[in-house]
């Protein structure tokens, strides 16, 4: 049971050119999310999914574009990457699409660290 | 708006000796809260969650928080730091303000001295 895979790892772009991050769960959950961390600011919601066929934007969604292919599958595109989007990219899912239930908890992937020069 | 704020960005304790993460939230509903862990180069996993249960919460590794609404507080504890504890520590509160969505503290380096 692999959770939350994301691929890839490490990436170095230049500016201007375009990338897709893929992300993918085996756990059946119903939401998924893109979030990307930098230094001393914790992590900030770019775009999330609550359910197959819906997309949101979080906190920080310029510059990205999102697609939630199937309920599995959840990938971030950069469509013109620029130097201010150098940071740690993170997939999660939950199982519910809106509740605080003390079962919808986050499972994260271990992360795509990008750098654009 | 519910906000997070984690009090200090690095704590620093000698193996052995009590660990105390501190966090403050504000909340207009009944919140949901979570400690996550992030050692180093690696993603993010749950420690432990409060919803509006026991206002002591127990998690992994021997870590344990406690609710105070009345501090509008959710510290995170643990009587005996290990140098494996050594990572970045996540305070999260979620409620009906922000449509359920995690808001997300900026995080606290726990750095254990041998």
């Known amino acids: 049971n692999a959770g939350v895979t994301q691929t890839p790892k490490f990436q170095v772009l230049k500016t201007g050119q375009s990338m897709t991050l893929q992300c993918a769960q085996d756990?059946?959950?119903?939401?998924m999310y893109w979030y990307r961390q930098d230094p001393g600011m914790g992590l900030r919601l770019i775009y999330y999914s609550a359910s197959e066929g819906t997309t949101d934007k979080g906190e920080v969604p310029n510059g990205y574009n999102v697609s939630r292919l199937n309920k599995r599958e959840f990938s971030l595109r950069l469509e013109s990457a620029a130097p201010s989007q150098t940071s740690v990219y993170f997939c999660?899912?939950?199982?519910?699409?809106?509740?605080?239930?003390?079962?919808?908890?986050?499972?994260f992937g271990a992360g795509s660290r990008l750098t654009v020069l | 708006a519910q906000s997070v704020t984690q009090l200090d960005s690095h704590v620093s304790v000698s193996e052995g000796t009590p660990v105390l993460l501190r966090c403050n939230y504000s909340s207009s509903y009944s919140p949901s809260l979570f400690w996550y862990v992030q050692h180093p180069n690696k993603g993010l996993q749950l420690l432990l969650k409060?919803?509006?249960?026991a206002t002591l919460v127990k998690g992994i590794n021997g870590f344990e928080a406690e609710f105070k609404k009345s501090e509008t507080s959710f510290h995170l504890t643990k009587p005996s730091a290990h140098m494996s504890d050594a990572a970045e520590y996540f305070c999260?509160?979620?409620?009906?303000?922000?449509?359920?969505?995690?808001?997300w503290g900026a995080g606290t380096k726990l750095i254990i001295k041998p």
């Open positions: 999260v509160v979620s409620d009906l303000d922000s449509n359920y969505q995690l808001i």
């Open positions: 756990m059946n959950h119903n939401s």
């Open positions: 999660a899912s939950r199982l519910g699409g809106g509740s605080t239930s003390g079962a919808n908890v986050l499972t």
């Open positions: 409060y919803t509006s249960a």
